[in-house]
């Protein structure tokens, strides 16, 4: 005969309350994601405007003023460039859509070769391209309800941020406070090191940017290349993703260009990896010599989670939280480093 135990789970009515509440924390959590994204995506926007803020601070501006100042000038210019740069992109756009036909007759037999069925006849590149962009326009505005739902979102995104940054020192405290005493110093200098390395990596990609975008202008109109400011346009977008982003703007204008001569889409080519290298030896090291760089795998992997779940906001907004995951891990392997 075989004993057998049997044992009993006691469970008190404390335990019971505990995971009630937890789980009541989680559902109430759950309700309100949408603010809680927002919140994060306001905090992130506040970061990255901080060493402005401080710069001008630091110039005795009352705080105010300075993060007013701050906030008016950087949307400004994001609305002043979209004001100036979209009529006479969609002016490039619809002479494109005129002159397409010419260009499918051009394209289409080398890419009929190759077994691309969209390519057959212009019927049937409208359908398949309509198709794509059916999937793509559902992406992009689920995408952006889920971020924005809509204007009055993007609006209290602004307001979070703006408020956020006029408080002193705000998530300072609130880190300080969260936080045992024994550790408070080390928690906030490791803060400031992952608002340093975020804000710089921000900085120096738009700056780049700008730099190969005004060059590739100055390439398409040195070699008469049609729709130049839309190419160039999309060149310095494509320059915040490293090593992927200048690969396929390099590619967008070489395919631009040979549908005119295929001489000129060469040059088109080398001159872009002329600009490349100016870039990536010479300005980057520059803009980025007082700060230490984001690994390029990581900033791929960030944004292909970020696109994945949020979209291309998110995409964008994703490198913040992994260069403060990266500045910790680091720090954490350092710190192991020294124990053993």
């Known amino acids: 005969m075989t004993n057998q135990k049997t044992q009993t789970l006691d469970v008190s009515w404390g335990t019971i309350l505990k995971i009630s509440f937890a789980l009541f924390c989680f559902y ?27 710069f001008l601070r630091r110039r005795r501006l009352p705080r105010f003023l300075a993060v007013l100042l701050v906030y008016l000038t950087i949307f400004g210019i994001i609305s002043l460039t979209i004001y100036w740069l979209f009529p006479l992109i969609f002016i490039e756009i619809r002479q494109f859509s005129q002159l397409f036909p010419q260009y499918f007759e051009k394209i289409a037999p080398p890419l009929q070769g190759l077994g691309i069925t969209a390519f057959e006849s212009m019927e049937s590149f409208v359908q398949a391209l309509g198709d794509f962009l059916q999937k793509a326009s559902a992406n992009i ?14 609006i209290f995104i602004g307001t979070i941020a703006f408020f956020i940054s006029l408080e002193e020192r705000g998530i300072e405290r609130l880190l300080a406070l969260f936080t045992p005493k024994k550790h408070e110093n080390y928690v906030l200098d490791l803060w400031e090191r992952c608002q340093t390395k975020v804000s ?3 900085g120096a990609r738009i700056l780049a940017g700008v730099f190969v975008a005004v060059l590739a202008f100055i390439t398409f109109k040195l070699f008469n290349v049609k729709y130049a ?20 703007a390099g590619l967008i204008a070489f395919l631009f260009t040979v549908l005119d001569s295929w001489l000129k889409a060469f040059f088109v080519l080398g001159s872009f990896v002329l600009i490349q290298q100016i870039e990536g030896n010479i300005l980057t090291p520059i803009l980025t010599k007082k700060f230490i760089g984001l690994p390029p795998a990581l900033v791929l992997i960030s944004l292909a989670t970020g696109g994945k ?6 995409a964008i907004l994703a490198i913040p939280i992994a260069g403060i995951l ?6 954490f392997l350092k710190k192991r480093k020294e124990e053993t």
């Open 326 to 331: 990266f500045e910790f891990w680091k720090d």
């Open 28 to 54: 109430i959590i759950y309700l309100i994601r949408d603010i809680l994204v927002w919140s994060i995506f306001a905090l992130i926007i506040s970061v990255l405007f901080n060493p402005a803020i401080g």
């Open 200 to 202: 710089a990596w921000f």
């Open 229 to 248: 400011l839309t190419l160039s346009f999309l060149t310095g977008i494509l320059e915040i993703i490293p090593l992927l982003g200048p690969t396929v």
């Open 309 to 314: 779940l949020l979209g291309i906001l998110g």
């Open 141 to 154: 505005l689920s995408a952006l309800s889920i971020i924005f739902g809509g204007i009055g979102s993007t």
